[in-house]
């Protein structure tokens, strides 16, 4: 299947280069320019690779916040920016994530911390989940 693939593609190339008026030496000469030509797209891929995210140099200190449904904070006084945040509805509550890719709270030193809060009237939020995925940067 490959080699009727490749043969297509010489076929093509052959017809295509003939159409433009220039003289085809022969369909192995346009098939080493394919492969040539598909070699190189592909090793231009592999060089834009991303990078993994290097470790920050000053990771972002979390507050203490309790983990109990009496606690209130108004979360857009005083907490970070985050590396992301997600918010939403679900039913009356509505809820935010807050992830950070390198912070310190509680326990957890230069780790990837994610805290999720629910609000009744979007703006006195109680912490209802945190934890660390382990990743260390």
């Known amino acids: 299947m490959t080699l009727d693939i490749m043969a297509a593609?010489?076929?093509?190339?052959?017809?295509?280069?003939?159409?433009?008026?220039?003289?085809?030496?022969?369909?192995?000469?346009v098939a080493r320019n394919v492969l040539?030509?598909?070699?190189?797209?592909?090793?231009g891929g592999c060089a834009s690779m991303p990078e993994r995210r290097k470790e920050l140099s000053h990771p972002v200190t979390l507050p203490f916040m309790r983990m109990e449904p009496g606690e209130c904070y108004y979360l857009d006084d005083f907490m970070p920016t985050p590396d992301s945040m997600v918010?939403?509805?679900?039913?009356?509550?509505?809820?935010?994530?807050?992830?950070f890719s390198s912070a310190v709270y509680k326990v957890w030193e230069r780790e990837r911390v994610m805290l999720?809060?629910?609000?009744r009237d979007n703006r006195c939020w109680s912490l209802f989940e945190e934890y660390s995925t382990g990743n260390r940067f």
């Open 116 to 119: 999720a809060f629910y609000s």
């Open 36 to 43: 040539v030509a598909l070699l190189l797209v592909l090793l």
């Open 9 to 29: 593609i010489v076929n093509n190339s052959t017809r295509f280069v003939a159409h433009l008026g220039q003289q085809v030496s022969s369909p192995c000469t």
């Open 87 to 99: 918010s939403g509805k679900s039913s009356g509550l509505y809820l935010r994530y807050y992830t």
